[in-house]
């Protein structure tokens, strides 16, 4: 793990104690070195928040001790979703960044979940996963590729690890490691 990844992880468990994501991001172990993980988004969100709720992408890059570059696949993933807006270099919170702060857990993954139900590749995997119970890993990576990939994402085993670190994250599916299975989770639409 980098000593940015560490520092961006001591930032969001250190300045909200209510959470222990530190701890939780040391379970996932190799999870943690994707691009755009779930304790990235919630340190660029809680960041942005301390810092008025809106910062230029440069301050938001030496404050928490990571290259530009390193920060970019969160930034657009987060503006994807609807967390951020970024105009003219500066990152803004936007209501849903805020409210997704304010959420618990459960209500994260359910924002999330939503969000990732709009996007064509999920929208291709949930469905080949109805039709057949189970995709093998190489069939996930097949439709990614046919899709172009997964985010900023440097290449396709990047890419599968954070696709399926945020499926599994918002209860879309569940992945066996063993068998590099992935299965549909029923989603209560409650």
């Known amino acids: 793990m980098s000593s940015s990844t560490v520092r961006w992880m001591r930032y969001?468990?250190?300045?909200?104690?209510?959470?222990?994501?530190?701890?939780?991001?040391?379970?996932?172990?190799?999870?943690?070195?994707?691009?755009?993980?779930?304790?990235?988004?919630?340190?660029?969100?809680?960041?942005?928040?301390?810092?008025?709720?809106?910062?230029?992408?440069?301050?938001?890059?030496?404050?928490?001790?990571?290259?530009?570059?390193?920060?970019?696949?969160?930034?657009?993933?987060?503006?994807?979703?609807?967390?951020?807006?970024?105009?003219?270099?500066?990152?803004?919170?936007?209501?849903?960044?805020?409210?997704?702060?304010?959420?618990?857990?459960?209500?994260?993954?359910?924002?999330?979940?939503s969000k990732l139900m709009e996007l064509e590749i999920f929208k291709e995997i949930l469905d080949e996963l109805k039709k057949r119970g189970s995709l093998e890993k190489e069939d996930v990576m097949e439709i990614m590729i046919s899709k172009g990939g997964f985010y900023y994402c440097s290449g396709l085993e990047e890419a599968f690890n954070c696709l399926i670190h945020w499926g599994v994250y918002s209860g879309l599916i569940e992945y066996d490691r063993e068998e590099n299975l992935i299965r549909l989770v029923e989603v209560n639409p409650k």
């Open 12 to 113: 969001t468990a250190s300045s909200h104690s209510n959470i222990n994501i530190l701890g939780e991001a040391m379970k996932i172990g190799s999870m943690l070195e994707i691009p755009v993980s779930y304790s990235r988004l919630l340190g660029l969100l809680r960041l942005l928040m301390d810092l008025g709720g809106r910062a230029d992408i440069a301050r938001i890059s030496k404050e928490i001790g990571m290259h530009v570059d390193e920060i970019l696949p969160i930034l657009a993933f987060s503006e994807m979703i609807g967390l951020i807006s970024i105009e003219n270099g500066d990152a803004e919170l936007t209501e849903s960044g805020i409210n997704f702060l304010r959420q618990g857990h459960a209500e994260r993954a359910k924002y999330v979940r």
